[in-house]
């Protein structure tokens, strides 16, 4: 495993970066409305980030196995599509009742950062309204938790305690991941994990931390597309996710507005 930490004036860049991206989000938030389609907001976060002189980080963007590039500069996931769904190859409409992440990665100046939020659509049941508060609960938890001198493990563990007193799983397999130079770096951040454990947090590390919870079992699968993950019951699943950069001041969330 490599880490490769961030300096001072590339988190500085990140952080601009951040703000940027940290306002198309909140923009793409508005939009969520029974009746929108998918591709309508793809179509919003590609033309504000091209606006701002930056480049979508996800469009084009092949992961290691991937059979092709991901074709979108957002991913959005509705209802029990957990991550990485694709907006803008089969119409998808939101409707009343649904549940929609919104998943945006962007590089500014040559850096990536990457946030996801997980936004209602319409008037949503109390058990969907309360998976999509402890997701986000979840999210600022292990934030708290990512303490320089501190373990990824303490990450892990603060989220996992957020899921079980909630009652909620975590998706299985899906976790964080280093960013910055490259969409995923190391290291590995997954939602579970042992105080204590882990890489240590190095001064300069960026990291995304991006709980995913579930009102199901947790067991996940792939979609034919080739890159949206679902929970294997059909249940509904949450995401919300920051870029952190680890300081001798505390966690630092870079995506913030």
Do not use: W
Request: aromatic share 6%; with cysteine.
């Amino acid at each position: 495993m490599t880490i490769q930490t961030k300096t001072l004036s590339e988190i500085k860049i990140l952080r601009e970066g951040g703000k940027r991206h940290a306002q198309i989000l909140s923009g793409l938030s508005q939009m969520v409305v029974p009746g929108v389609s998918a591709n309508e907001l793809n179509e919003f976060a590609l033309k504000r980030i091209k606006e701002q002189g930056d480049v979508p980080a996800f469009l084009n963007y092949r992961p290691e196995g991937a059979k092709r590039p991901y074709p979108a500069a957002l991913c959005v996931s509705v209802n029990d599509e957990i991550v990485h769904g694709i907006p803008n190859e089969k119409l998808k409409i939101l409707n009343n009742g649904d549940i929609v992440s919104l998943d945006l990665g962007l590089r500014h100046e040559g850096f990536i950062t990457d946030a996801a939020i997980t936004v209602p659509v319409g008037k949503v049941s109390h058990e969907n309204e309360s998976l999509i508060a402890t997701t986000q609960r979840a999210l600022y938890a292990g934030i708290e938790a990512a303490l320089l001198g501190g373990r990824i493990g303490d990450v892990g563990a603060a989220i996992e305690r957020i899921a079980r007193r909630a009652q909620f799983n975590i998706c299985e397999g899906l976790a964080g991941h280093g960013v910055g130079y490259s969409v995923h770096e190391d290291p590995y951040v997954p939602n579970t994990g042992v105080k204590n454990e882990g890489e240590l947090l190095k001064e300069g590390l960026v990291i995304a931390i991006e709980p995913m919870f579930t009102t199901g079992s947790g067991a996940i699968s792939l979609a034919r597309d080739g890159f949206t993950y679902k929970t294997s019951d059909g249940a509904k699943a949450a995401h919300f996710e920051h870029t952190v950069a680890i300081t001798k001041e505390g966690p630092v969330i870079l995506t913030a507005l």
